[in-house]
């Protein structure tokens, strides 16, 4: 596997559009991006057909629905979208252990009976529109990033393989969760990308510096004038800087 392969399977881009056509559209002009991700908006609109057509194109989904349920419902959900070949999927870990032991437990049951490879179930922790303030309105007396290491140690006990946080909480979550617990990082933004709405950004390569597992990139990739250029200049600055050899980031 070189390196350029190595980096793609890093790289998710999040295709946050409206129809089926814009997401083909997409997913054929990024030739070498290998797992896109379907979120609620999308999948809303297109359905889990949509799904099994970015697998015939060759690439992996992640499937972002951030289950919560009660544990029977979520199982079933997980199993459904492990027969709709979800490479990745998240449920909020705020659902609570039962719940993600259950998720686990399906999805490596379903992938058994289905013959293919378990989907990597991420945890949604707190998520990053919620500062401190709103968290007591909710009755959670702990400060964001306390919250975050609880709830994540929760989902790592629970099965679970990993989780999505703000890059400031990359280092943090690999210190006290270990290298094998999966970090999936949004809010990533290039150095010559505009910001949006994003607030706590870091750029590809910075991300990559501090342990991110796989980075999810939007906007500064599909709201580009070129999709491909924009992902391939990202892939180029990662390249120069990244050595994925032993599955690690020597800088
Ligand atoms: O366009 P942009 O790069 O900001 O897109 C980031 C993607 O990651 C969006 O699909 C957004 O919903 C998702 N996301 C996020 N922050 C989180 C969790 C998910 O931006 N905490």
Same mark, same amino acid.
């Given at each position: 596997?070189?390196?350029?392969?190595?980096?793609?399977?890093?790289?998710?881009?999040?295709?946050?559009?409206?129809?089926?056509? +814009?997401?083909?559209?997409?997913?054929?002009?990024? !030739? !070498?991006?290998?797992?896109?991700?379907?979120?609620?908006?999308?999948?809303?609109?297109?359905?889990?057909?949509?799904?099994?057509?970015?697998?015939?194109?060759?690439?992996?989904?992640?499937?972002?629905?951030?289950?919560?349920?009660?544990?029977?419902?979520?199982?079933d959900a997980v199993?459904?979208?492990?027969?709709?070949?979800?490479?990745?999927?998240?449920?909020?870990?705020?659902?609570?252990?039962?719940?993600?032991?259950?998720?686990?437990?399906?999805?490596?049951?379903?992938?058994?009976? +289905?013959?293919?490879?378990?989907?990597?179930?991420?945890?949604?922790t707190?998520?990053?529109?919620?500062?401190?303030?709103?968290?007591?309105?909710?009755?959670?007396?702990?400060?964001?990033?306390?919250?975050?290491?609880?709830?994540?140690?929760?989902?790592?006990?629970?099965?679970?393989?990993?989780?999505?946080?703000?890059?400031?909480?990359?280092?943090?979550? +690999?210190?006290?969760?270990?290298?094998?617990?999966?970090?999936?990082?949004?809010?990533?933004?290039?150095?010559?990308?505009?910001?949006?709405d994003?607030?706590?950004?870091?750029?590809?390569?910075?991300?990559?510096?501090?342990?991110?597992?796989?980075?999810?990139?939007?906007?500064?990739?599909?709201?580009?004038?070129?999709?491909? !250029?924009?992902?391939?200049?990202?892939? !180029?600055?990662?390249?120069?800087a990244?050595?994925?050899?032993?599955?690690?980031?020597?800088?």
């Amino acid at each position: 596997m070189n390196k350029t392969s190595d980096l793609a399977k890093k790289i998710i881009v999040a295709l946050d559009v409206g129809s089926k056509e +814009k997401a083909l559209l997409l997913v054929k002009q990024l !030739e !070498e991006a290998r797992v896109f991700k379907v979120g609620l908006r999308l999948f809303s609109a297109e359905g889990p057909s949509l799904l099994q057509e970015i697998k015939n194109l060759g690439r992996n989904v992640f499937l972002d629905l951030k289950l919560h349920d009660i544990p029977n419902t979520v199982a079933d959900a997980v199993r459904v979208a492990v027969r709709h070949n979800a490479f990745m999927l998240t449920l909020h870990s705020s659902g609570g252990r039962e719940m993600m032991q259950r998720a686990a437990e399906a999805a490596a049951e379903e992938a058994e009976k +289905k013959g293919t490879t378990k989907p990597l179930l991420l945890a949604v922790t707190i998520l990053t529109s919620l500062k401190d303030e709103q968290l007591r309105e909710i009755g959670m007396e702990e400060d964001t990033l306390n919250q975050v290491l609880k709830l994540a140690k929760l989902a790592k006990q629970a099965g679970v393989d990993g989780i999505v946080c703000s890059p400031q909480e990359i280092e943090i979550v +690999k210190r006290e969760l270990g290298e094998d617990f999966l970090v999936v990082a949004p809010g990533i933004r290039p150095s010559w990308a505009a910001a949006h709405d994003q607030k706590r950004i870091l750029t590809p390569l910075l991300a990559i510096q501090k342990g991110a597992d796989f980075l999810v990139i939007g906007r500064p990739i599909i709201a580009a004038e070129s999709p491909q !250029e924009a992902y391939l200049k990202i892939m !180029e600055e990662l390249e120069g800087a990244v050595d994925t050899s032993h599955g690690k980031n020597s800088v």
